[in-house]
């Protein structure tokens, strides 16, 4: 299965510099409130997957599923 463009994509993702990389050789240094922002937003990610997760299945998608049979 080919998919337009994929191909593109993935020759141009080839770069050489990392992608947190600012033209300078040193590492990024993360500020004193990062890691409770990045704890927040993981808590919020979790949820709203374990809602989407926890949602029952739309009857149209069975009644497709049903017609694979």
Known sequence: MNFRGAGRLAKDDQ???PANDAGG???VRK???DNARDANVGVALRSVYSRTVDEPVPNEFLDLLSKLD
Request: proline share 11%.
């Open 15 to 17: 770069s050489t510099v």
């Open 31 to 33: 500020r004193k409130g």
């Open 25 to 27: 050789n040193k590492p």
